[in-house]
């Protein structure tokens, strides 16, 4: 009987400590002294040597010391999308490349931190599909490190479906609409020759189109230099560079994308306030570039 009580206290500590897991929005796999170029395509062999897709690559604040390197896998594509809610917003997760004093930084999103976020309730459902998704990533990237630790600040796992940065801030569930066209094929039309075009200081890094489902997610640089990269991601934190691009949306004949005051502070959840107030006008300027891009 003894035995039988410590068992059940033993078991129920230990669910307790999952469940307040605290995780980051990174994890850092390691550093090398190798150029930009060769870790980039270690990198991007890493991930397709292991069944992994490559959606594009790019240079936030167009800088050599950074860079960008979006994939996707094809069971996670194909669920995310069973998600009805802006759920391909996860389809894409990407590794992110710093370099500085002779090094480079190789870190990735964490699939663990963001999938929560943008699945919602569905997160219980699909976790199979999502914990080997992890697994099977962190596998292609020790390759290239050992480290695997986590960085960019913490959240609850259980609060992470739910969080917001302040009161009255935005949810994920507090999309901003940029446009609404007369049909799905008008919407991919529109964006795409927008983004050719390169309208508003843009660059497309990659897009993922369903169209059976009718849905598409855009990738998308944000290259002004008086608002854009190279205005915010100095003053919160380059660091955590595999937090871009920013992402809209088109599902239907509606066009969104996630509020700035909750997508740059998902991703920078240490910010503080007084930096967040040094980015105040940021938010506001990537809608309305990205408004600009839908029009």
């Known amino acids: 009987m003894k035995k039988l009580i410590i068992s059940s206290i033993t078991i129920i500590l230990f669910s307790l400590s999952v469940f307040a897991q605290d995780l980051a929005p990174y994890i850092k796999v390691g550093e090398t002294t190798n150029s930009m170029q060769q870790t980039s395509e270690a990198v991007i062999n890493a991930l397709k040597n292991n069944s992994f897709t490559i959606l594009g690559t790019y240079h936030p604040e167009s ?12 069971d996670l594509k194909n669920t995310v999308v069973k998600v009805s809610d802006r759920g391909t917003l996860a389809a894409a997760f990407k590794v992110g490349l710093v370099e500085k004093d002779g090094k ?13 976020a943008y699945m919602q309730d569905n997160y ?6 999502f914990q080997k ?4 990533l962190k596998t292609a990237l020790s390759t290239l490190g050992t480290e695997f630790k986590p960085f960019g ?6 609060k992470i479906k739910k969080y917001h940065y302040k009161i009255m801030m935005p949810y994920f569930t507090d999309p901003i609409e940029l446009n609404e066209f007369t049909s799905f094929n008008k919407g991919l039309q529109t964006i795409e020759n927008n983004l050719n075009a390169h309208k508003g ?3 497309l890094v990659y897009k993922i189109v369903y169209p059976a489902e009718k849905v598409a997610v855009f ?3 944000l290259e002004s230099k008086e608002d854009g990269e190279s205005y915010f991601l100095p003053k919160i934190g380059e660091e955590n560079i595999a937090a871009m691009p920013y992402e ?25 306030m007084g930096t967040f107030m040094k980015i105040m006008s940021t938010p506001g300027d990537i809608e309305d570039t990205l408004q600009a891009v839908c029009e």
């Open 153 to 158: 600040g913490t959240i609850a796992a259980n």
């Open 104 to 116: 480079i930084t190789i870190s990735y999103t964490n699939p663990d931190y963001f999938l929560r």
């Open 124 to 129: 219980v459902t699909f976790k199979t599909v």
């Open 201 to 203: 200081n843009t660059v």
């Open 133 to 136: 998704f992890s697994t099977d």
């Open 219 to 221: 990738g998308i640089g």
């Open 248 to 272: 809209i949306i088109l599902q239907g004949k509606t066009v969104t994308m996630l509020h700035g005051k909750y997508r740059l502070a998902l991703s920078w959840p240490e910010l503080t």
């Open 63 to 74: 800088k050599n010391t950074l860079q960008v390197i979006a994939f996707t896998s094809t």
